[in-house]
């Protein structure tokens, strides 16, 4: 008896490859760092916090990053481009991911 669902992803061309981790990266360091301030202040606390949430995504994104959802439990994982398959951290069941061309 086998578990294991297929996700369709769509691949996203990276023409740009370096000019965006060029642009990307210290971006997110900025807008985490930003984030870290707002946070120490307590008033910007909520600011802060998305700032920082915001920032760890772009990161996310700027290293070929994707953001998948289990299809068991709807948890949203981060796994590498081209990955054949993830094991969510939440339910523990395995997913096949199949790259699909825009
Ligand atoms: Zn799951």
């Known amino acids: 008896m086998t578990d294991i669902q297929t996700i369709q992803i769509e691949i996203k061309k990276s023409k740009t490859g370096w000019i965006r981790k060029l642009f990307f990266f210290p971006a997110a360091i900025f807008g985490f760092l930003m984030g870290l301030v707002l946070c120490v202040t307590i008033i ?43 094991k969510c951290d939440r339910c523990r069941k395995p997913t096949i991911i199949e790259w699909t061309k825009p």
């Open 44 to 86: 910007g606390i909520i600011p802060g916090f998305f700032m920082m949430t915001g920032s760890v995504g772009i990161f996310m994104t700027g290293l070929n990053y994707r953001q998948v959802t289990c299809p068991h439990c709807n948890k949203k994982k981060y796994v590498v481009s081209q990955a054949e398959d993830f």
